[in-house]
């Protein structure tokens, strides 16, 4: 089991947390949305939970609820700018089966 960083993500996450002054790391999850199934939820990660998971990419933590785990095992996530004012993080997710006309939700 897994959810990875890449390096630009990682990157991306310690300047956050840097600017932030505090937190663990990132906190990945899902959650039931829209038409699909399923949205990913990005927060910080400041206090572990009995059931999370944490994995370590390129330094930075990522922490994961068990029961998100299911749907995003394998999980790489990237942080990608496709201009300077549009940027944020692209999910590569293998487990996904469809996704909704949006790109908002997801399938498993």
Do not use: W
Not at 18 to 33: E, F, V
Not at 92 to 98: F, I, L, Q
């Amino acid at each position: 089991m897994a959810v990875l960083l890449t390096d630009a993500a990682a990157r991306h996450v310690a300047d956050m947390l840097h600017k932030r002054g505090q937190g663990l790391g990132l906190r990945l999850g899902t959650r039931k949305s829209g038409c699909t199934g399923f949205a990913y939820v990005v927060d910080y990660a400041d206090t572990l939970g009995p059931d999370d998971q944490v994995f370590e990419s390129h330094g930075v933590k990522v922490v994961v609820d068990q029961a998100s785990l299911e749907q995003i095992d394998g999980l790489e996530v990237d942080f990608v700018r496709t201009s300077l004012l549009n940027q944020g993080f692209e999910f590569r997710n293998p487990k996904v089966k469809a996704t909704c006309g949006c790109g908002e939700s997801f399938s498993v």
